[in-house]
């Protein structure tokens, strides 16, 4: 119960922005993925093999695709860790 009521609260902020930083580490995780995996399907991957085999055309609609389900990611975060300053 006291981790719930004490801990937890006033490690939220904390516990928000390490889900940040885990997001954006493995969202622009490539180089490993890439050299290690046989055939990878993971965005970054995606995007690149898109460019390298039939140009930018075939590339930009997943590029902006990642781009924005990224953006749309950070931005709940940010709001919802708004939410909960104003609430302490």
């Known amino acids: 119960m006291v981790f719930f ?4 609260p006033l490690a939220w902020r904390s516990i ?3 889900l940040v930083m885990m997001f954006a580490r493995g969202m622009s995780e490539f180089g490993a993925v ?3 995996a046989y055939h990878p399907m993971i965005a970054p991957v995606l995007i690149f093999e898109r460019f ?8 930009q609609p997943a590029a902006i695709l990642f781009i ?6 950070f931005i709940v975060i940010r709001f919802l860790s708004r939410k909960g300053k104003q609430n302490a």
């Open 5 to 8: 009521t004490i801990s937890l």
């Open 52 to 59: 390298g085999t039939f140009g930018l055309k075939y590339a």
């Open 68 to 73: 924005g389900v990224c953006l749309s990611v």
């Open 16 to 18: 928000v922005s390490g």
């Open 34 to 36: 890439v050299i290690i």
